[in-house]
T-cell receptor
Framework: KAGVTQTPRYLIKTRGQQVTLSCSPISGHRSVSWYQQTPGQGLQFLFEYFSETQRNKGNFPGRFSGRQFSNSRSEMNVSTLELGDSALYLC????????????????FGPGTRLTVL | AQSVTQLGSHVSVSEGALVLLRCNYSSSVPPYLFWYVQYPNQGLQLLLKYTTGATLVKGINGFEAEFKKSETSFHLTKPSAHMSDAAEYFCAVVSGGYQKVTFGTGTKLQVIP
């Protein structure tokens, strides 16, 4: 099976712009989660989607949003970029369906490195 | 609420020496615990996970971890370090709710030849 893919791998934007990142999960996986990784804050959970619905959300401002399509592919969008948004954005997919599947392994993509100038 | 504390942001060991990376967790309900490894410019790869049952968990690449409820710990060990083990390691906990994972701040492992 192909792994989780994320596009683009690298992105440079300027303050105030917006950006859209894409994630294609492993075939058959319906749960997609997004994380922000920075040297200062570490790995922080952004949100999780399952069957086109956002099931869980971390503590990020409304500038961060996402969506999931019927084929489970997901996008996240950041509007009005700030310097502090520079980070590695990781996407993870799993075969988890419900609360009983918490143990299902998350498979991570290589990430998109966003630099905001 | 759940949290994870990884003691030591950087750990150095000699090649062939024991690797010990420490992780303590806080959780109001029985936790599920994970260790991930991240190589430079790559995503995270699962090393091992504890859900229920046997408290000593064996993972890939010779790593293992022991869940100790009384100590709220889940330390990662490997008997003999290899140069290829140099990477950043993350401990994570899931308890309650959906797939909401809390990660530790990571420990960078350096292996000295």
């Amino acid at each position: 099976k192909a792994g989780v893919t994320q596009t683009p791998r690298y992105l440079i934007k300027t303050r105030g712009q917006q950006v859209t990142l894409s994630c294609s999960p492993i075939s058959g996986h319906r749960s997609v989660s997004w994380y922000q990784q920075t040297p200062g804050q570490g790995l922080q959970f952004l949100f999780e989607y399952f069957s086109e619905t956002q099931r869980n959300k971390g503590n990020f401002p409304g500038r961060f949003s996402g969506r999931q399509f019927s084929n489970s592919r997901s996008e996240m969008n950041v509007s009005t970029l700030e310097l502090g948004d520079s980070a590695l954005y990781l996407c993870a997919s799993s075969s988890a369906i419900g609360l009983a599947d918490l143990t299902d392994t998350q498979y991570f993509g290589p990430g998109t490195r966003l630099t905001v100038l | 609420a759940q949290s994870v504390t990884q003691l030591g942001s950087h750990v150095s060991v000699s090649e062939g020496a024991l690797v010990l990376l420490r992780c303590n967790y806080s959780s109001s309900v029985p936790p599920y615990l994970f260790w991930y490894v991240q190589y430079p410019n790559q995503g995270l790869q699962l090393l091992l996970k504890y859900t229920t049952g046997a408290t000593l968990v064996k993972g890939i690449n010779g790593f293992e971890a022991e869940f100790k409820k009384s100590e709220t710990s889940f330390h990662l060990t490997k008997p003999s370090a290899h140069m290829s083990d140099a990477a950043e390691y993350f401990c994570a906990v899931v308890s309650g709710g959906y797939q909401k994972v809390t990660f530790g701040t990571g420990t960078k492992l350096q292996v000295i030849p």
